[in-house]
Structures are given as C-alpha cells and as structure tokens.
C-alpha cells in the first residue's frame, strides 16, 4: 500500500465526507456550519439552505453539521437521494424518524402520522430535524409541498427543521419569483466556495498528511502551485484526486517527496482524459495497378488519333472576349399635360319657410285623487338560528363535529394540546369529506390546515 510507504495510517486524500479529515482552512465552509448550527439549536428556523457547485464540500459540511449536534435532543431523518414522489419522500422522512418501514399509503393518513409524530417528539423534549442532500434533484412540485409542510408548527415555535443542501440549480430555484413565498421561509442561506488561495491549499494538503498519521512534507512548494493550478483554483474533490494518485505515482517511482513535475504529469493527464477524443482518420493508400510500357505507349497513341488536330495543339490561345456595347438610353417620355378639373358650381339653398304657429290649448284641470291608506308594517321574519358545527370550506359547507367530552378537555388544556386536538379532529374530517380533495388542483396540506385553523377558534375557552 502506498500509505505504508510514505508512513501514514491511512488514506490521507479519500473523496468521502468523513469528517475526522475535516481542515479548517476553508472559510465558506467554516461559516455554513456555524451559521447552520446556530439555525437549528438557537435560531428557531424551519428551513435553512445550503448551495455551492459540485466538489467543494456540501455533503462533508452536512456531516459535521451532524456530528456537532447533541443527538439526545433530536430525531433525525437524512435523505441522500430526494429524486421521488412527495408521498414516497414522507415515508422515508417518517420510516427514518420511527426506526421502522412506514407502512401508511395515501398522503393524508402520511400528513396525520407525521403531525403526530411532531407532538409526540415534543412531548419527549425532542426536536424534528431533516437533512435533504442533493435537493437539486427535488421537483418544483415538491418544493412547494415541502413549504406547505412547514405551516405544520405551532403558535409559539417551530416543531421542525429542514436543512436543504443542493447544487447552484437548487438556488435558481428557490430564488424563482413564483417561489418567493418559500424564499422568505429561509432563516439560514449560505453558499459554499473554492479553498481561497493557494497558501490555503498548502495548509490543506499538509494538515490532511498529519491528521492521516504523516509526519513530514510530502509535497514541495512548487507541487503545490501546480496543486492549485490543476485544480481549478482549490476545488477540494480536484485536490484530493490529484494528490493521491501523486502518492500513489511516487510509490511506484521511489520517490522521497513529490515535486511539481510529478504533479504537472498527473494534472495534464487529467486534462487529455476530459478533452474531446477525436482520432485521427489516416487516408487509405489504394495499390496502383502494374502496367507495362507497351501497354502505356499504345494507350497513348490511341488517344492522339482519337483528338482532332486543334485538340493537339499546344498553348493555343483563347479567343478574344466580345466588344462591350452600351445599351442605347431609353428614350424620354413627356408626362401628359395636367387638365384642372372644371369648378364645382354649388346650387343655391331652398328658401326658409316658416311654419305656423300651433293653437294654444289650455289643458283641463287634474282630477282630485285621495291618497291611498297606507301598507301595513312589514314585519321581517327572525334570522336563522346560528349553526356552530357548519363551516365553509374551499367552497363547501362541511359538517365538524366536536365530541361534548372533547371540548370539555380543552377548555382547561394549554394551546399546544389544544392544537394536538385540533390537528386529529381536522384529518378526520378531510376524510369524513373526500369532496375537498376530489379536485387535483387542490393541496390536501392547505385543506387540512384551513379545517385545523377553524376548530382551534371552537377550542378557545
């Protein structure tokens, strides 16, 4: 092994996120942790976002994230591959939060479990948390079922906490103005970026080496300029894969530490590999058909007499091209003389007669009316009486039934059980009224919600 070799304990450059090979020299990174941790423990955030381009230590910063967290305080669901259904992506979430495969099926008995299961973490002084990598992969549909996942918390603070981590496509995403309502929802967003400088690529590649068991410098100053030259400018996966095949290299060679030539060899290797493979197409060379010189002075002969005279004739000189002549200009045309049309001669207007005036006729007195008596009062009939257990709902009216015992309950409960209650006494009425949800424009999450908000207000004491 070549870890043997150059006195380490183990593979110093592995491209996997483990964190016990995390170096602090990368400053971005540094900052998403931090800010993160500061999101879930102390921040009271819902939802928290991490971008960055491929290779530069999202999934790594995920795992720290992870390993600093007091796993005694929370429960935690982590989905690596988001690339599925809405329902599907609420089983895992759920199946990883329980310890057991989630066997519910439809969304509205998975929405119920999971507020359930939100009320009884709380009531074992534990908190939700959802770490989703690669959310790139998430669909817009499901972006906006996962904003409308968040309206699942209660009055005075946040049952969960969901921690997106994604690719720079993920954040034209959520930057998109027909997504500005889950953009606002963002307590935390932070970018990841390349290792600063090459000093900081030096600090990376030799803390590595000492944290894998090294005890000297394995790579020379001028290795590590072509380090960060073939890295892209300190793309930490680029900077891992270079080096180790480095070792690897001087291993085989017996080499005692790892100059800038053997990097410069490992980096254009690379180079050629992703370039474009286009071969080369070498003519093919046709065999010439072997003919003799008799065959050659006939074939000549025969075509000398075939061709007229003039046809033999050497350096003849072409004819000369034809005179140029101008066409004659064409000839000019006198427009017609203009005739003025003859003037327009307006009849006179007819003469004014006035017709006579009318007789004046005086018209007859108005006849005395009596006024009518007057109507009786109209009397208006009493308002229907009121119905408590009547609601409107996405446009229809439903039926909600709350148990006698049920309010008697809450009447001495805290708001929190209260909206405990609330929360099953709405699932079983969505179900109780599948016309709700019958339209497949419609989100059950918001129908359920809307049901939740009207039973809190008959809850109140």
């Given at each position: 092994?070549?870890t043997?070799?150059w006195?380490?304990k183990k593979?110093?450059f592995d491209?996997?996120p ?5 170096v602090e020299?990368?400053a ?5 942790i931090?800010?993160?941790l ?10 928290t976002?991490i971008v960055?381009?491929v290779?530069?230590?999202k ?6 994230i992870l390993?600093?967290l007091?796993h005694e305080?929370y429960k ?8 599925m ?6 089983k895992?979430?759920i199946?990883?939060l329980t310890?057991?495969?989630?066997e519910?099926?439809g ?7 999971f ?6 973490t709380i009531d074992?002084?534990k908190k939700?948390?959802i770490f989703i990598?690669?959310?790139n992969a998430?669909?817009p549909a ?5 904003r409308l996942l968040?309206?699942?918390?209660d ?6 906490t ?8 993920l954040a034209?995403r959520?930057e ?6 889950l953009f606002q929802?963002?307590g935390?967003?932070n970018?990841?970026?390349k290792i600063?400088?090459?000093e ?10 000492k944290l894998?068991?090294g005890t000297?410098s394995l790579?020379?100053d001028?290795?590590?300029?072509w380090?960060?030259?073939?890295s ?5 996966r680029l ?8 070792l690897?290299?001087?291993e085989?060679?017996?080499?005692d530490?790892?100059?800038g ?7 254009e290797?690379?180079?050629?590999l992703t370039?474009?493979?286009?071969q ?15 065959e050659?002075?006939t074939?000549?002969?025969?075509k000398?007499?075939?061709q007229p005279?003039?046809?033999r ?10 005179p140029?002549?101008e ?11 203009v ?5 327009v ?5 007819p003469p ?6 009318p007789?004046v006729v005086e018209?007859p007195?108005?006849?005395v009316v ?7 009062p109209?009397v ?9 257990d009547?609601?409107t709902i996405?446009?229809?009216?439903i ?5 006698p015992?049920v309010l008697e ?14 929360g099953?006494?709405?699932?079983q009425?969505?179900?109780?009224n599948?016309?709700l949800t019958?339209s497949?424009s ?5 129908i359920?919600?809307?049901?939740l908000?009207?039973?809190?207000k008959?809850?109140?004491?």
């Open positions: 092994m070549y043997d070799y006195g380490l593979p110093p491209n996997v483990d964190p016990s090979m995390y020299s990368h971005s990174v540094e900052n998403t931090a800010e993160t500061f999101a879930i423990e102390e921040g009271n955030e819902c939802l976002v960055g381009d290779g530069l230590g999934t790594l910063s995920l795992r720290m390993d600093s007091d305080k935690i669901a982590f989905v690596t591959n988001p690339d259904s809405f329902v599907q992506l609420l895992e979430i199946g990883q310890g057991k495969q989630c519910r099926r969304k509205i008995d998975l929405l119920e479990t507020n359930k299961l939100l009320f009884e074992e002084g939700v948390l990598d690669e959310a998430i669909s499901n972006l906006e079922s996962l968040t309206n699942m918390q009055d005075t603070r946040n049952l969960f969901i921690v997106l981590a994604g690719q720079m496509e034209s959520l998109h103005p027909k997504r500005a309502n929802r963002i935390t967003y970018r990841i970026d600063e400088s090459e900081l690529v030096k600090n990376y590649v030799e803390t590595r080496v894998a068991g000297r790579f020379s001028d290795a590590i300029h380090l960060w030259e073939y892209d400018h300190g793309v930490p900077v891992n894969k270079i080096a180790k095949l480095c690897k290299a001087g085989t060679n017996r080499f530490v790892i100059s030539d053997v990097v410069k060899q490992i980096g290797r690379f180079e050629k370039g474009p493979a286009i080369k197409r070498k003519s093919r060379e046709r065999p010439t058909p072997q003919v003799s010189r008799e050659i002075v074939e000549k002969e025969k000398k007499k075939a005279k003039e046809a004739a050497e350096h003849v000189a072409p004819p000369p091209p034809p140029v002549v066409p004659p200009p064409p000839p000019v045309v006198e427009p017609p003389p005739v003025e049309p003859p003037p001669v307006e009849p006179p207007p004014v007669v006035e017709p006579p005036p007789p018209p007195p108005p006849p009596e006024p009518p008596p007057p109507p009786p109209v208006e009939p009493p308002p229907p009486p009121d119905e408590p009547v609601a996405a446009g229809f009216k039926k909600i039934d709350i148990p015992h309950q809450t009447q001495s409960a805290n708001t929190e059980h209260r909206r405990k209650i609330a099953v006494l709405a699932a009425t969505l179900e109780k599948p016309q019958a497949p419609v989100d059950p999450v918001s359920w919600s809307e049901i908000n009207v039973i809190m008959r809850l109140e004491p």
